[in-house]
């Protein structure tokens, strides 16, 4: 099932590549359907997912579900040992919430894509690769097939912006792509060194002779293997290395010379080299995440991008950040992710208050929006850097919530823009009297972005707080100055909400635009009315997300506190 949600759009992509392009509808209902089938297929997997019983450690495959494993590349590298790749991808309680996440939004973008007018075959071809290329991320289990999918993102949102976007299109999808390939090649730099020091148990004792196949392989038989590699009883050209994450996180895995395994005493200007891998990571994923001082990027991106790709650019493409600090920096360098936990706390406070006080500045409604993405993203941030159940469940929550709330406000900018090509601010009063059913859609976005009860936003916030406060490594003055980020936000949507719906009606060119500014039509309300009732239900109902979270959530913070002990 995860392989179909996977490839489905590359299968359909590469079948309309050989329709002529003035078969415009065509791309438009082949993308449509697409993606309806893989939001169709990921409630399966997510309501398939089984919760309630006592998971394995997350360095485990019994941990993941929906499991699917093949061997994808193999190389005898002589004296340096084998080089082991796997198709390998599962699912565990927060990559299946993350799934279904990118599948609604993925929809709701391909049904505002709806009125693109322009070279619609390049569009929407490359709108299905990222359809592609997003759930990878999130079902890969290989470091290898993750950063393939990671780096696959970047061209497909490149041209969408830079071919597509507005006037400064070119420089947004240019900063853009520098900024992310800049992190990319952290990661890769730090993939290379977690291969060269990481091997499969299960193959190397194959190598070894000590069983035939993998499928043979009984724990006692990797537990011989650990215990000879311990011991450098293994010779390099016996030693199977491996790009999975699960090995990886188990330091029984670590070559005994590894220059960034636990025991190693290798360093570079006085920090071991692991205090250098987990920074190379957490530099990589902040960027895409993204954090301050590195989120200068999203306002420009945001700002010129068409409307459909800002709604998947902010509610889903910068939760790759935040699934990726989960599932590769936290998870194999915890005792780094620790030392890091008060910089990691400070960056997120940082975030919250930096990106409030540009939203309560700006005068351009999308911009305001892109700087409110970044503040609510610091929680995510506070909610890791607390090492605690109520703060990961809070920042995966928050996740979740951001993805439904902010693809439903950047629709609304997307819906008075169609209309007026005009998003400044101040060029619009009163419009709640001309626009009553579009304003009260902008008035649930607003609410429920800011943390009001009832709404995904508030639970999200709540429990990074609880978790904030109840950390043993965060301390207090970065949670209350975090917690002050939730009265900025609602005073930048309080006020530009004052300032553009109430009142008198006044309207900048009113001749000009006022005819087309009434009713809401059916595709529009579709959109709206699908995201609204998402962040009321789970809103009102978080077990529905917390419910596969628990289990994953607690065996990652024993995972991170038995590996610190």
Same mark, same amino acid.
Not at 148 to 155: D, Q, R, S, T
Not at 213 to 221: A, F, H, K, L
């Given at each position: 099932?995860?392989s179909?949600?996977?490839?489905?759009p590359?299968?359909?992509?590469?079948?309309?590549l050989?329709?002529?392009?003035?078969?415009?509808?065509?791309?438009?209902?082949a993308?449509?359907?697409?993606?309806?089938t893989?939001?169709s297929a990921?409630?399966?997997a997510?309501?398939k997912?089984e919760?309630?019983?006592?998971?394995?450690?997350?360095s485990?495959?019994?941990a993941?579900?929906?499991?699917?494993?093949?061997?994808?590349?193999?190389?005898?590298l002589g004296s340096?040992?084998?080089?082991?790749?796997?198709?390998?991808?599962g699912?565990?309680?927060?990559?299946i919430?993350?799934i279904l996440?990118?599948?609604?939004v993925?929809?709701?973008?391909?049904?505002?894509?709806?009125?693109?007018?322009?070279?619609?075959?390049g569009?929407f071809?490359?709108?299905?690769?990222?359809? *592609? #290329?997003v759930p990878?991320?999130?079902?890969? /289990?290989? %470091?290898?097939? +993750?950063?393939?999918? @990671?780096?696959?993102m970047?061209?497909?949102?490149?041209?969408?912006?830079g071919?597509?976007g507005?006037?400064?299109?070119e420089?947004?999808?240019?900063?853009f792509?520098?900024?992310?390939?800049?992190?990319?090649l952290?990661?890769l730099?730090v993939?290379i060194a977690?291969?060269?020091?990481?091997?499969?148990?299960a193959?190397?004792a194959?190598?070894?002779?000590?069983?035939n196949e993998?499928?043979?392989?009984?724990?006692e038989?990797?537990?011989?293997?650990q215990?000879?590699?311990?011991s450098?009883g293994?010779a390099?050209k016996?030693?199977v290395?491996t790009?999975?994450?699960?090995?990886?996180?188990?330091?029984?895995?670590y070559?005994?010379?590894?220059?960034?395994?636990v025991? *190693? #005493?290798?360093?570079?200007?006085?920090?071991? /080299?692991? %205090?250098?891998? +987990?920074?190379?990571? @957490?530099?990589g994923?902040?960027?895409?995440l993204?954090v301050?001082?590195?989120?200068t990027?999203?306002?420009?991106?945001?700002?010129e991008?068409?409307?459909?790709?800002?709604?998947v650019?902010?509610?889903?493409l910068?939760?790759?950040?935040?699934?990726?600090l989960?599932?590769?920096a936290?998870?194999?360098f915890?005792d780094?992710?620790?030392?890091?936990?008060?910089?990691?706390?400070?960056?997120g406070m940082?975030?919250?208050?930096?990106?409030?006080l540009?939203?309560?500045?700006m005068t351009d409604?999308?911009?305001?929006?892109a700087?409110?993405?970044?503040s609510h993203m610091?929680?995510?941030?506070?909610?890791l850097?607390?090492?605690?159940?109520?703060?990961?469940?809070?920042?995966?929550?928050?996740?979740?919530s951001h993805?439904? /709330?902010s693809?439903?406000? +950047?629709?609304?900018?997307?819906?008075?823009?169609?209309?007026?090509?005009?998003?400044?601010?101040?060029?619009?009063?009163?419009l709640?009297?001309?626009?009553?059913?579009?304003?009260?859609?902008v008035?649930i976005?607003?609410?429920?972005?800011?943390?009001?009860?009832?709404?995904?936003g508030?639970?999200?916030?709540l429990f990074t707080?609880?978790?904030?406060?109840?950390?043993p490594?965060l301390p207090?003055?970065?949670?209350v100055v975090?917690?002050?980020?939730?009265?900025?936000?609602?005073?930048y949507?309080?006020?530009?909400?004052?300032r553009?719906f109430?009142?008198?009606?006044?309207?900048?060119?009113?001749?000009?635009?006022s005819?087309?500014?009434q009713n809401l039509d059916?595709?529009?309300?579709?959109?709206?009315?699908s995201?609204?009732?998402?962040?009321?239900?789970?809103?009102?109902?978080?077990?529905?997300l917390?419910?596969?979270?628990?289990?994953t959530?607690?065996?990652?913070v024993?995972?991170?506190?038995?590996?610190?002990?």
């Amino acid at each position: 099932m995860l392989s179909f949600i996977v490839l489905l759009p590359l299968l359909v992509c590469a079948i309309l590549l050989f329709v002529p392009h003035r078969q415009a509808k065509l791309f438009k209902i082949a993308t449509l359907l697409t993606t309806a089938t893989q939001l169709s297929a990921s409630c399966w997997a997510y309501f398939k997912f089984e919760t309630g019983k006592k998971t394995a450690a997350i360095s485990q495959e019994a941990a993941y579900q929906l499991v699917e494993k093949l061997e994808w590349i193999r190389l005898d590298l002589g004296s340096f040992g084998q080089l082991s790749i796997d198709y390998f991808i599962g699912v565990d309680g927060v990559s299946i919430s993350m799934i279904l996440l990118s599948a609604i939004v993925m929809f709701m973008g391909a049904i505002a894509s709806w009125n693109i007018q322009q070279k619609q075959k390049g569009y929407f071809l490359l709108y299905l690769l990222l359809s *592609s #290329s997003v759930p990878g991320c999130f079902v890969a /289990l290989d %470091f290898f097939l +993750f950063y393939l999918f @990671f780096e696959f993102m970047l061209l497909p949102m490149y041209f969408l912006i830079g071919i597509w976007g507005g006037v400064r299109r070119e420089y947004a999808s240019i900063k853009f792509f520098i900024y992310t390939l800049v992190g990319s090649l952290f990661i890769l730099v730090v993939m290379i060194a977690l291969y060269n020091a990481t091997i499969d148990p299960a193959k190397t004792a194959v190598q070894l002779k000590l069983a035939n196949e993998t499928s043979q392989v009984t724990p006692e038989m990797v537990a011989n293997v650990q215990q000879q590699l311990a011991s450098n009883g293994i010779a390099a050209k016996d030693q199977v290395h491996t790009f999975s994450m699960l090995h990886m996180m188990d330091q029984s895995n670590y070559v005994t010379n590894a220059a960034i395994g636990v025991k *190693s #005493s290798a360093s570079w200007w006085g920090y071991s /080299l692991r %205090f250098w891998a +987990f920074l190379a990571l @957490f530099i990589g994923f902040a960027i895409k995440l993204p954090v301050v001082p590195v989120h200068t990027w999203l306002p420009d991106a945001h700002v010129e991008a068409p409307t459909a790709i800002s709604v998947v650019l902010a509610g889903i493409l910068l939760k790759v950040g935040g699934y990726g600090l989960i599932r590769i920096a936290y998870s194999i360098f915890p005792d780094m992710a620790l030392s890091f936990a008060v910089i990691t706390g400070f960056l997120g406070m940082l975030s919250i208050i930096y990106g409030a006080l540009n939203a309560l500045a700006m005068t351009d409604l999308k911009k305001m929006i892109a700087y409110s993405s970044v503040s609510h993203m610091g929680f995510v941030l506070i909610g890791l850097a607390s090492f605690t159940a109520e703060g990961i469940n809070g920042a995966v929550f928050q996740m979740f919530s951001h993805g439904i /709330l902010s693809a439903l406000l +950047f629709l609304l900018v997307g819906v008075l823009y169609d209309r007026t090509h005009d998003r400044s601010i101040g060029n619009y009063r009163g419009l709640l009297s001309k626009m009553p059913y579009y304003g009260v859609f902008v008035m649930i976005g607003f609410f429920a972005s800011l943390g009001l009860p009832g709404f995904s936003g508030f639970i999200g916030e709540l429990f990074t707080i609880l978790g904030g406060f109840a950390s043993p490594y965060l301390p207090v003055w970065i949670v209350v100055v975090s917690t002050f980020g939730i009265v900025l936000g609602a005073a930048y949507f309080l006020w530009t909400l004052q300032r553009m719906f109430l009142g008198k009606y006044w309207v900048k060119n009113d001749l000009e635009w006022s005819p087309q500014l009434q009713n809401l039509d059916p595709r529009e309300w579709v959109m709206l009315v699908s995201l609204s009732l998402l962040a009321l239900i789970t809103g009102i109902f978080p077990g529905l997300l917390f419910q596969p979270l628990t289990d994953t959530v607690n065996e990652l913070v024993n995972h991170l506190t038995t590996f610190m002990k």
